[in-house]
C-alpha cells in the first residue's frame, strides 16, 4: 500500500480497495519509510473537528495599571546615568579639573553612567508615550515590581 498526497492536500491511500472515504487508516511506517514504527494515526472528519467559538472580548485588555515604583526606578537610573555621564566626559576631556578625582576613575564613570542611563531612559520614554496615550505603547510593556 503506498500513500500519496492528492491535489486537495490531504493523504489518500492508492491501490487498495479501501481507500475509498471514511475514516483513513495510516500506519506511520508507510508515512515515514521506515518499517520500526507501528503507531496508527486515523484522519478526523470535518464533522469531529471543533468549531472555534470566538467572542469580541477576548481581544480586549483590562486597563492597565500604572507601575509607579517602576517609573520612579527609571527616572532615578536617567538622571544618575546622565550625572555619571556628563561628569565622566568632562572630566576626560579636561573641564574639569582632576585633583579631585583620580584619573583612573573616568572610564568607569563613563560606562557606568551609560548603563544606567540607557535602560532609565528608555522605561521612561515608555512611561511618557503611554501616559500620552500613543497607540502601541502600554504600561503593561513596563516591568512591574510590585
Given at each position: ?71 520612579l ?37 563613563i ?8 535602560p ?27
Amino acid at each position: 500500500m503506498s500513500t500519496g498526497v492528492s491535489p486537495g492536500g490531504d493523504l489518500r491511500s492508492r491501490g487498495t480497495a479501501a481507500g475509498s472515504g471514511g475514516n483513513k487508516k495510516m500506519l506511520a511506517s508507510n508515512i515515514l519509510g521506515s518499517g520500526s514504527s507501528r503507531a496508527e494515526y486515523y484522519r478526523v472528519r470535518n464533522e469531529q473537528r471543533p468549531v472555534p467559538v470566538y467572542s469580541s472580548m477576548q481581544y480586549k485588555s483590562a486597563p492597565s495599571k500604572v507601575p509607579w515604583k517602576s517609573i520612579l526606578l527609571a527616572i532615578f537610573l536617567s538622571v544618575v546615568g546622565t550625572t555619571l555621564l556628563t561628569t565622566g566626559c568632562l572630566m576626560l576631556s579636561g573641564h574639569v579639573d582632576v585633583k579631585h578625582f583620580p584619573p583612573n576613575r573616568t572610564w568607569p564613570m563613563i560606562v557606568l553612567g551609560a548603563i544606567m542611563f540607557i535602560p532609565g531612559v528608555y522605561h521612561v520614554r515608555v512611561a511618557l508615550m503611554a501616559w500620552w496615550g500613543y497607540e502601541g505603547y502600554s504600561f503593561d510593556d513596563i516591568p512591574d515590581y510590585d
